[in-house]
């Protein structure tokens, strides 16, 4: 089955929208989804943000919250921006990283997202994701000690120089078998359809 | 007839892909389309930007040329990333400041997108200028004269003024009567589809 690579961050409030939405999309196109959690703030570093865009500049800050608004209800779903915005994502990622070794990316990718912008949780919060892990099955315990060890945190930051060496820049962002490149939610469309040519 | 504001730069290269479909998507709709022609620089400066985004962020400039070029392609448009880039826009705002006064603004703002995109000219050119406008019937001395008076000059900085008021960052941007902002060549469908609520 041809694949393409989601690649998004937590904080990233796009990527929910697209989290949301993209297994039935990719299911009704015949492509299976990997899933590609990185870190953005290393790439807004490098492009001289010590922050989100919508935080760097608030006039695009208050139009992203409108937009998202605007598609969520026309799609039937809750949308909050988190407090605080944009949410610190790391511990999520890190467990992330070892979903996706284990098989079980998929539902936590969407519980994280769910969580975080329509039930206003603080995904920063070991409570929290300790009770995502129990809600999907798994020992917290035994994932906090996976997700803290010096190899997986190496494998995210591994992840996000990956990131920047495919010329991602933003999130959600698709990458294709053959390295094509498509960045943002309201272009999964496009990429699944070049998956597919 | 409902009526909706189509904001745009010359300069930029995502209002190319609206300027060239803009007309029959809102003939369909059954709304007016009112050109709303201003200058990105002082907007950008704002931000702390000195020059287009696309040339600070170079990763997401190589994004935007293919971005645009996958559907430019899709629509079967030519193009093609303008030298200088970005182009240097303010003769031709300024002509169409007078279009707009005079009701030619649709074809003139065409036919520069067309020709700064399309054909590669240069539009900061008085030559290129002057070709385009004794192509749409008009007499480029007495339209220079007009451009360049103290009053069209000042109506060309109100109206960037009433652009940054209006909370609009980036180009091609879209405002209906009741103040709603849409950003972006891929929000056209929605912003239509909100006049015609």
Do not use: C
């Amino acid at each position: 089955m041809p694949e393409i690579e989601f690649w998004y961050d937590f904080a990233s409030t796009y990527s929910y929208l697209t989290a949301m939405r993209i297994e039935p999309l990719a299911k009704a196109a015949g492509v299976r989804v990997a899933y590609r959690p990185f870190l953005l703030g290393p790439i807004f570093k490098a492009q001289g943000l010590t922050t989100s865009p919508f935080v760097a500049n608030p006039v695009k800050g208050r139009y992203m919250a409108r937009d998202i608004g605007r598609i969520a209800g026309a799609r039937g779903l809750v949308f909050h921006i988190p407090d605080p915005f944009p949410a610190h994502s790391l511990a999520a990622a890190r467990i992330a990283m070892v979903a996706e070794a284990e098989g079980w990316i998929e539902p936590f990718t969407r519980a994280v997202f769910a969580a975080e912008f329509a039930a206003r949780e603080d995904i920063a919060s070991t409570e929290v994701l300790d009770l995502i892990l129990s809600g999907l099955g798994h020992d917290p315990a035994r994932i906090s000690a996976a997700s803290g060890t010096p190899e997986n945190k190496a494998a995210l930051r591994e992840r996000t120089e990956a990131a920047a060496q495919k010329g991602i820049f933003g999130a959600p962002a698709f990458v294709t078998a053959d390295g094509e490149l498509f960045w943002g939610d309201d272009r999964l469309e496009q990429a699944l359809a070049w998956v597919k040519r």
